[in-house]
T-cell receptor, first 113, second 113 residues
Framework: KQEVTQIPAALSVPEGENLVLNCSFT??????LQWFRQDPGKGLTSLLL?????REQTSGRLNASLDKSSGRSTLYIAASQPGDSATYLC????????????FGAGTQVVVTP | DAGVTQSPTHLIKTRGQQVTLRCSPK?????VSWYQQALGQGPQFIFQ???????QRGNFPDRFSGHQFPNYSSELNVNALLLGDSALYLC????????????FGEGSRLTVL
């Protein structure tokens, strides 16, 4: 069974600093891995999708990497802004259960002005 | 282009009652998945519907059932509500049952008293 862990559960950084968010998973038979953002009481907004054959994906200030051998994905957010304050969730599907995303509990990020 | 829409946004029920939640997928999407998110946790997969059939199911009791209509919209039904069913219920849509990028709605917040 795929298990996804996100550490730390929360972090606070000053505006302008780069953010590094970690995600680890137990089953390396990844089908794909997706990063989401969630604002309080709201739904999930897709940030980046990494297919199993890819090593990284980039969108604007966001870059996500995938290392299946070590069971890790990292989300980098460059030059953080107060508007980046939210909870960030990673989720992975596996090749034998590709229709199901297994989520981590998320990292709550606060960017202070 | 309308994204994933869910209704109702909030509702309050009492123990033992039944509830129906509704979801319209993103335009062009034919697959709908449902997730339950308890406060402070990551979403948990309930089930996925494709071609009007339940394709995959998570670890939820039979009190949770669903349906997909020919226009790809979907309903989630929960019978004999328990206090522990209080959560944010999220609907996600995708193109095809093999998860590419999932797009989520804003969710339905269910409170069971």
């Amino acid at each position: 069974k795929q298990e996804v862990t996100q550490i730390p559960a929360a972090l606070s950084v000053p505006e302008g600093e780069n953010l590094v968010l970690n995600c680890s998973f137990t089953d390396s038979a990844i089908y794909n891995l997706q990063w989401f953002r969630q604002d309080p009481g709201k739904g999930l907004t897709s940030l980046l999708l990494i297919q199993s054959s890819q090593r990284e994906q980039t969108s604007g200030r966001l870059n996500a990497s995938l290392d299946k051998s070590s069971g890790r994905s990292t989300l980098y957010i460059a030059a953080s802004q107060p508007g980046d304050s939210a909870t960030y969730l990673c989720a992975a599907s596996t090749t034998d259960s590709w229709g199901k995303l297994q989520f981590g509990a998320g990292t709550q990020v606060v960017v202070t002005p | 282009d309308a994204g994933v829409t869910q209704s109702p946004t909030h509702l309050i029920k009492t123990r033992g009652q039944q509830v129906t939640l509704r979801c319209s997928p993103k335009s062009g999407h034919d697959t709908v998945s449902w997730y339950q998110q308890a406060l402070g946790q990551g979403p948990q997969f309930i089930f996925q519907y494709y071609e009007e059939e339940e394709r995959q199911r998570g670890n939820f009791p039979d009190r949770f059932s669903g349906h997909q209509f020919p226009n790809y919209s979907s309903e989630l039904n929960v019978n004999a509500l328990l206090l522990g069913d209080s959560a944010l219920y999220l609907c996600a849509s995708s193109l095809g049952p093999r998860t590419g990028e999932l797009f989520f709605g804003e969710g339905s917040r269910l409170t069971v008293l």
